[in-house]
């Protein structure tokens, strides 16, 4: 019953580094998201992928990329990791509309 | 674009009080609307849901909110404060297709003995 699984949960970049986060679900949706959490904005949408082999931008995509080749595994890139991406991000899983999300328990991520 | 409206970054509440977490949402049309709670450290977890059924929606650890659509809200509530439930409470309403979530600026609920 593992549900979303985000790995790494901590990482700590120097500025202009690469690094990518991987999400895991095992319950077979279709729906997959990419948020980051900050201070007084709540969660923002980054990427989202509607099936396997299908990635769309959300809010705030510029500086992230993402892929999804596998139904399963929803992968967060940073090709330039800027101080401005300093942040907790939290993938999310859904299977239809009126399901709601199930999230993983985030990575908190910091550019030094 | 669908928008959700918290009031109030932060609510105190003793215990035994009356729990009231204000949500406001931006739409002509019904939408699917939800509620979540973050623990420290943790990720979210989904409290209730309306998704179109009965106004009055139930959720776990007892809370429970009330969708009014001339109001165009979705507060969340709960008779009775209990230390367990200071957390982070989010709202959140479906936008277009593709399951799509806008979430609201989060309240921090801060329980007192």
């Known amino acids: 019953n593992a549900g979303v699984t985000q790995t790494p949960k901590f990482r700590v970049l120097k500025t202009g580094q690469s690094m990518t986060l991987l999400c895991a679900q095992d319950m077979n949706h279709e729906y997959m998201y990419w948020y980051r959490q900050d201070p007084g904005m709540g969660l923002r949408l980054i990427h989202y992928?509607?099936?396997?082999?299908?990635?769309a931008k959300g809010e705030v995509p510029d500086g992230y990329n993402v892929s999804r080749l596998k139904k399963q595994n929803f992968l967060l890139g940073l090709e330039s990791a800027a101080p401005s991406q300093t942040s907790v991000y939290f993938c999310a899983s859904s299977i239809r509309q009126d399901y709601g999300y199930t999230f993983g328990s985030g990575t908190r991520l910091t550019v030094v | 674009a669908q928008s959700v409206t918290q009031l109030g970054s932060h609510v105190s509440v003793s215990e035994g009080a009356l729990v009231l977490l204000r949500c406001n949402y931006s739409?002509?049309?019904?939408?699917?609307l939800f509620w979540y709670v973050q623990y420290p450290n943790q990720g979210l977890q989904l409290l209730l849901k309306y998704t179109s059924a009965a106004t009055l929606v139930k959720g776990i650890n007892g809370f429970e909110a009330e969708f009014k659509k001339s109001e165009t809200s979705f507060h969340l509530t709960k008779p009775s404060a209990h230390m367990s439930d200071a957390a982070e409470y989010f709202c959140a309403v479906s936008e277009g297709g593709f399951q799509k979530l806008v979430f609201g600026t989060g309240t921090r609920l801060l329980v007192s003995p």
């Open positions: 739409s002509s049309v019904p939408p699917y």
């Open positions: 992928s509607v099936g396997e082999g299908t990635t």
